[in-house]
């Protein structure tokens, strides 16, 4: 079984929906992280979480909000949709190792909102 | 704020050598390198640190000039699992732990 999943693998909504994309690992990493992806842009930091109780924005959080429901568990909202959301989302998972440490990705998940 | 890397692309043929640069206009602590494969998720090669040396995964190494502020990393002898886009995240030596990624490189290689 994988680390760490992402469901749904895929979604298609339309705009002003409220969705949530989830995120489970069983790596048992206190770090968590979430990321968008676009063409020609790379990966930015939408929200990361150290702990349950630490949650943090990340450079592009705007339009998004996060719960860390467990160590294992970390949910991404979309309280209301729009077109420029349309992206693959990943989230990350890493376990720090003195000052930096190695990021475990999910497979991602690729919205669409239409 | 985000690194630069070059170049966006290269095309190889099998077994040529290819060179991916990322250089930050910031003071960084640490430089971050991933991989990632068409349709899949990004997967880590090596991360190199501030006073670190050059590390190395089997013909694909890396060095990191804390004075420029540039990583490059190196693939030798390509071969076809090399293909992919690679990715350089970069950590300040003031963040908290955030990494800043660059655009990305795309690799091609040819048989």
């Known amino acids: 079984?994988?680390?760490?999943?992402?469901?749904?693998?895929?979604r298609i909504t339309?705009?002003?929906?409220?969705?949530?994309?989830?995120?489970?690992?069983t790596k048992g990493h206190d770090r968590m992280y979430w990321y968008r992806q676009?063409?020609?842009?790379?990966?930015?930091?939408i929200y990361y979480s150290f702990d349950v109780k630490d949650i943090n924005k990340g450079e592009i959080s705007d339009g998004y909000s996060v719960?860390?429901?467990?160590?294992?568990?970390f949910s991404l909202s979309l309280e209301s949709a729009i077109p420029n959301q349309t992206a693959l989302y990943f989230c990350a998972t890493s376990d720090l190792?003195?000052?930096?440490?190695?990021?475990?990705?999910?497979?991602?998940?690729?919205?669409?909102v239409l | 704020q985000q690194p630069v890397q070059s170049p966006q692309a290269v095309i190889l043929r099998e077994g040529?050598?290819?060179?991916?640069?990322?250089?930050?206009?910031?003071?960084?602590?640490?430089?971050?390198?991933y991989r990632q494969k068409h349709g899949e998720a990004p997967v880590f090669l090596?991360?190199?640190?501030?006073?670190?040396?050059?590390?190395?995964?089997?013909?694909?190494?890396?060095?990191f000039n804390e004075k420029k502020q540039q990583s490059s990393l190196y693939l030798t002898a390509s071969q076809l699992s090399y293909s992919g886009t690679y990715f350089c995240g970069t950590e300040r030596g003031d963040s908290n732990y955030q990494l800043i990624w660059g655009a990305g490189t795309k690799l091609i290689i040819k048989p």
């Open chain 1, 1 to 10: 079984d994988a680390d760490v999943t992402q469901t749904p693998r895929n």
């Open chain 1, 14 to 25: 339309k705009t002003g929906k409220r969705i949530m994309l989830e995120c489970s690992q």
């Open chain 1, 38 to 45: 676009d063409p020609g842009l790379g990966l930015r930091l």
């Open chain 1, 67 to 73: 719960s860390r429901q467990a160590q294992a568990k």
């Open chain 1, 97 to 112: 190792q003195g000052r930096s440490d190695t990021q475990y990705f999910g497979p991602g998940t690729r919205l669409t």
């Open chain 2, 16 to 33: 040529e050598d290819a060179v991916i640069n990322c250089s930050s206009s910031k003071a960084l602590y640490s430089v971050h390198w």
């Open chain 2, 46 to 63: 090596m991360i190199l640190l501030k006073g670190g040396e050059q590390k190395g995964h089997d013909k694909i190494s890396a060095s």
